[in-house]
């Protein structure tokens, strides 16, 4: 009995444990630059807030953010110094600004932006998705940074953050079968009426 008990316990603790700090899906294509544009813009009147979810970078960053094409002055969320869910407000927006991401790297002056023609070498360097939140993080936006020129590993998980007050617009890039099943579909429709007007 009372090592049921005992397991019971370690079950509710685990799981409890589990619950408190999610893991925001990760980038899986390792090594391949994330095909998959990104359109950042404010959700509603209010301040944009991020929260740092974390960093592999070797590199010391920081990140600062562009409204409508200009500067908040507002840089913070070290990736060698902050926690996870360590905050950083960048003030108020209106809904439907533009909102570029920046990451600083401090090592060598590089800045890469969440906007790819923006970069100078040309490379896409963040991914993104929804991320459902914790204890520690809200459900919003998260982005994933390669901090490296011209990409790197393609790892996406140099420093990490989770964006509110903010909608993640894709442009995705059309995958290479899709003008195939189109094609199929439409040979099936085609033999579909064909068979209808046999009988």
């Known amino acids: 009995m009372k090592l049921k008990s005992l397991f019971a316990a370690l079950c509710?603790?685990?799981?409890?444990?589990?619950?408190?700090l999610a893991v925001p899906t990760t980038y899986t294509n390792i090594g391949t630059q994330n095909p998959i544009l990104y359109t950042f813009v404010a959700t509603s009147a209010g301040d944009v807030m991020a929260y740092f979810a974390g960093s592999t970078a070797g590199y010391t960053n920081t990140l600062s953010l562009l409204v409508n094409g200009?500067?908040?002055?507002?840089?913070?969320?070290?990736?060698?110094?902050?926690?996870?869910?360590?905050?950083?407000?960048?003030?108020a927006v209106n809904a439907g600004d533009n909102l570029v991401f920046r990451l600083n790297v401090l090592n060598n002056g590089d800045t890469w932006y969440s906007q790819k023609s923006s970069n100078s070498d040309g490379v896409n360097h963040v991914y993104s998705n929804s991320y459902g939140g914790d204890a520690f993080v809200p459900a919003a936006v998260y982005v994933a940074f390669e901090d490296l020129r011209n990409g790197g590993d393609f790892n996406y998980n140099d420093e990490n953050f989770?964006?509110?007050?903010?909608?993640?617009?894709?442009?995705d890039v059309?995958?290479?079968?899709?003008?195939?099943?189109?094609?199929?579909?439409?040979g099936i429709l085609a033999l579909v009426a064909k068979r209808r007007k046999q009988v």
């Open 12 to 20: 509710i603790s685990v799981g409890f444990a589990s619950s408190a």
């Open 70 to 91: 200009v500067d908040t002055g507002i840089f913070g969320l070290n990736n060698h110094t902050s926690n996870y869910g360590d905050l950083l407000n960048f003030g």
């Open 162 to 171: 989770v964006f509110t007050n903010v909608s993640n617009v894709s442009n």
């Open 174 to 186: 059309p995958l290479p079968a899709t003008p195939l099943l189109l094609g199929l579909g439409m």
